[in-house]
């Protein structure tokens, strides 16, 4: 395809959706630059995977406009499909069918001829660590091999821009590392991510830009250092053995200070210019901690602090969803 | 390349994937064709001695073997058609088809894939169930011409069946309930002229027996396969196929184009 890629991947205003009486999306605007990994952070139930959906047109909105690579995702559903790969929450692999006829299944789809077609799931297979499950079918594999083999469908047919709806939940620490790698390696080849998660850590290692969305609405917007500066959750906590260090401790920096556990708690980001500039005031005044632990935010922190309420609440039972 | 050939093209692709699941799987077709082989020595065997003294034109155990094949080889279809609503059910609970979905293919090559598959699932279970019978001593007298319509028919029937089963399957939120509701399906040839006579029936079953689709759908056969003649049932066999095509095909179209469930 000799079309040239607009410099903007999505551009979304005003996206609606309800199911019945209940509310999904109210009126998300997004804006996504070619080339960068955009994360959608957010809890379960808080309209992620809407969003996903509407965009890589598995549903229709009930409002507003989409463009995806310069295509409406209303009407020009078709050239939209054809330029975007999806790996959903939910593994999208035939479990009948082995790991290399699942991945030519999916290159006979995308119209490549038999020789290419074998070449590309070769690649693939050796690419995503499956060539000695490549015979064996797809029902067989771990979780996370299932999630390998499902990315490496998605890329069959080289799409330009990746939705990957929370592509590590339910791994293991160490699939998911594996998983970050992978992600990073698209990037590398141009290739645009709209990356959905739970996870403020995933968003923080991959993203550029990253939204925040909580029932239905975007909260915040920024890059990772962006967000973390809004948040109040980052802190250094000291603990002391005796209530006069920490009294003078508390006048010489400032903070809440925990009386019953002898410890203080001061804001800061945890970056280590604060923390040295932290250390040399303590010297100065000749103070010495017993303990001293950093804090960095977690997503339960920045949902409180963006949305005056905790994310994983009341999500439990929309699971499924 | 237009519009048609990338549908002729995909519907390939996903035919191919229909029939690589029946040959990884053939426990599921002989599980179907093995329901009405069963159904079909029950009732030569167990009943068949007794039926074949009362029941109408029977007057021996052959007679009643060739009295009820035809409404066993329509046990056949209907059974197959369950595993249609099964497994269309099966891929649209998993993520396979929202992938399908999301990509630049002819939408209706996921739905003709089925189709055809289980198409020729169908006319592989009919085919044994008749293998058994012929074996049990089942002696049709048709010609040539009669067994092609006889085999034209039981495709219209498999057809028409296996649209309304992508239909059942689609329209069901779980396998469970798929491989429910189309349980009447495999009931109703029993109250239809397959078994017994419908004269033998009391008033208002009887009624039901003689307007329902498998009645006219059983006659034919029989009439085409032992050379008796059908009756007039033809045209109405044909029309109830035509119908439930039609219907069925609109609705399985309407379900799959909707938009999935959240």
Request: net charge neutral; glycine share 12%.
């Amino acid at each position: 395809m000799a079309q040239h890629t607009p410099r903007t991947a999505i551009t979304a205003t005003g996206l609606r959706k309800s199911y019945g009486d209940h509310v999904v999306l109210d009126g998300v605007d997004l804006e996504i630059p070619a080339g960068t990994v955009f994360s959608l952070l957010g809890p379960n139930g808080a309209g992620k995977t809407t969003i996903v959906k509407i965009l890589s047109t598995l549903i229709g909105a009930d409002g507003g406009r989409a463009r995806v690579l310069g295509h409406d995702v209303a009407t020009e559903p078709d050239a939209v499909r054809a330029a975007i790969g999806v790996t959903g929450q939910y593994s999208a692999v035939d479990g009948l069918l082995t790991g290399h006829e699942n991945l030519m299944l999916m290159a006979r789809l995308h119209r490549l001829d038999r020789a290419r077609a074998r070449r590309r799931t070769a690649e693939l297979l050796e690419r995503f660590d499956l060539v000695d499950a490549a015979g064996k079918p797809a029902s067989t594999y771990s979780g996370g091999m299932r999630r390998r083999l499902d990315l490496a469908m998605t890329l069959v047919g080289e799409p330009r821009l990746i939705f990957l709806d929370e592509p590590t939940t339910g791994l293991d620490p160490r699939s998911r590392r594996g998983m970050w790698e992978i992600i990073r390696g698209l990037v590398a080849d141009g290739v645009t991510v709209f990356l959905t998660t739970q996870y403020l850590e995933e968003a923080d290692q991959l993203a550029d830009g990253i939204a925040v969305l909580d029932h239905g609405t975007l909260v915040a917007e920024g890059t990772a250092a962006e967000l973390k500066r809004r948040i109040p959750g980052g802190h250094v906590r000291l603990r002391f053995t005796r209530a006069d260090e920490l009294e003078s401790a508390a006048r010489a920096l400032g903070g809440e200070t925990d009386d019953d556990a002898l410890a203080l708690r001061v804001p800061g980001d945890g970056g280590v210019a604060s923390l040295r500039s932290l250390l040399d005031r303590l010297d100065t005044a000749s103070i010495t901690p017993e303990e001293l632990s950093v804090h960095t935010p977690a997503l339960d922190d920045v949902f409180l602090a963006l949305t005056g309420h905790r994310g994983t609440d009341e999500n439990e039972r929309k699971a499924g969803r | 390349m237009n519009t048609l050939t990338h549908a002729v093209g995909d519907s390939a692709t996903m035919v191919g994937r229909q029939f690589r699941h029946m040959v990884r799987y053939p426990s599921l077709t002989l599980m179907l064709a093995g329901q009405a082989i069963v159904l079909l020595l029950l009732f030569v065997y167990v009943f068949g001695g007794a039926m074949g003294t009362g029941a109408g034109a029977a007057t021996s155990r052959a007679d009643y073997l060739e009295y009820i094949t035809p409404g066993i080889m329509m046990i056949a279809v209907a059974s197959a058609a369950l595993g249609t609503a099964i497994s269309v059910a099966t891929d649209m609970t998993e993520g396979i088809v929202a992938r399908f979905r999301t990509m630049a293919i002819a939408r209706v090559s996921v739905l003709t894939g089925h189709v055809v598959g289980s198409l020729f699932q169908a006319l592989l279970c009919v085919a044994l169930v008749t293998g058994v019978a012929l074996l049990l001593g089942f002696r049709p007298t048709a010609g040539p011409g009669g067994w092609l319509a006889a085999l034209g028919l039981v495709l219209m029937v498999s057809f028409a069946l296996v649209w309304l089963s992508v239909a059942l399957g689609l329209v069901s939120k779980t396998v469970e309930s798929a491989s429910n509701l189309p349980m009447p399906l495999v009931f109703l040839p029993f109250l239809s002229s397959g078994f017994v006579p419908t004269e033998t029936l009391p008033t208002g079953l009887r009624w039901f027996a003689e307007y329902q689709p498998f009645t006219p759908v059983i006659e034919t056969l029989r009439g085409l396969l032992m050379g008796t003649g059908t009756g007039g049932s033809g045209v109405a066999a044909v029309a109830w196929c035509a119908g439930v095509t039609l219907v069925s095909y609109l609705w399985a179209r309407k379900l799959y184009n909707r938009d999935p469930a959240a």
